[in-house]
T-cell receptor, first 115, second 117 residues
Framework: AQSVSQHNHHVILSEAASLELGCNYS??????LFWYVQYPGQHLQLLLK??????LVKGIKGFEAEFIKSKFSFNLRKPSVQWSDTAEYFC?????????????FGKGTSLLVTP | GAGVSQTPSNKVTEKGKYVELRCDPI?????LYWYRQSLGQGPEFLIY????????DSGLPNDRFFAVRPEGSVSTLKIQRTERGDSAVYLC???????????????FGPGTRLLVL
């Protein structure tokens, strides 16, 4: 079955630490990959997306993600986190196999950045 | 321009009651999606519309759930005979169209938090 796995459910980092959140998917064929973020009290916002081309994708607020096709992975990275990065992060995948290109989400990773 | 809006933001109801949740997509977006997010989980697909008709409702959990989009813009998710297990955040998203291109990115509303007592 098609699935999206996020390895870390809760991550706690100090400010200025580096961040890497894992995301793996099990899909055959063409995929589009996304990271969404939900800040406390706010709605889901798109952080970055990959459709084709350069597998290293840069998003907002200094985030980037790398699509590694051979590993079915799309890990999210940031070299130096800030307190304001405290949020819930969701990896999502869609493909022609999803009716209407509906998004299939992982369970999310809760990130807490301490001062 | 305005983003996706959803009303009400919170809804408390009693078991067995009927509820309606509204979604107003971004102007010009033809595709509209409903998702449900339970505590500690990612959003799960319920139904999507391309224009006025429900193109795929395979994600609806049972026949107590129904959604409409009569004029191809605003959509209403309807839940009959609510159960405690229906408590969740119901999210709406819209996109310019349906497809795998960058322009078909889905944009989410703030959600309606439903609590069934």
């Amino acid at each position: 079955a098609q699935s999206v796995s996020q390895h870390n459910h809760h991550v706690i980092l100090s400010e200025a630490a580096s961040l890497e959140l894992g995301c793996n998917y099990s899909y055959g064929g063409t995929v589009n990959l996304f990271w969404y973020v939900q800040y406390p009290g706010q709605h889901l916002q798109l952080l970055l997306k990959y459709f084709s081309g350069d597998p290293l994708v840069k998003g907002i607020k200094g985030f980037e993600a790398e699509f590694i096709k051979s590993k079915f992975s799309f890990n999210l990275r940031k070299p130096s986190v800030q307190w304001s990065d405290t949020a819930e992060y969701f990896c999502a995948v869609n493909s022609p196999a999803n009716s209407g290109y509906a998004l299939n989400f992982g369970k999310g990773t809760s990130l807490l950045v301490t001062p | 321009g305005a983003g996706v809006s959803q009303t009400p933001s919170n809804k408390v109801t009693e078991k067995g009651k009927y509820v309606e949740l509204r979604c107003d997509p971004i102007s010009g977006h033809t595709a509209l999606y409903w998702y449900r997010q339970s505590l500690g989980q990612g959003p799960e697909f319920l139904i999507y519309f391309q224009g006025t008709g429900a193109a795929d409702d395979s994600g609806l959990p049972n026949d107590r759930f129904f959604a409409v989009r009569p004029e191809g813009s605003v959509s209403t998710l309807k839940i009959q005979r609510t159960e405690r297990g229906d408590s969740a955040v119901y999210l709406c998203a819209s996109s310019l169209g349906v497809g795998g291109g960058a322009e078909e990115t889905q944009y989410f509303g703030p959600g309606t938090r439903l609590l069934v007592l």
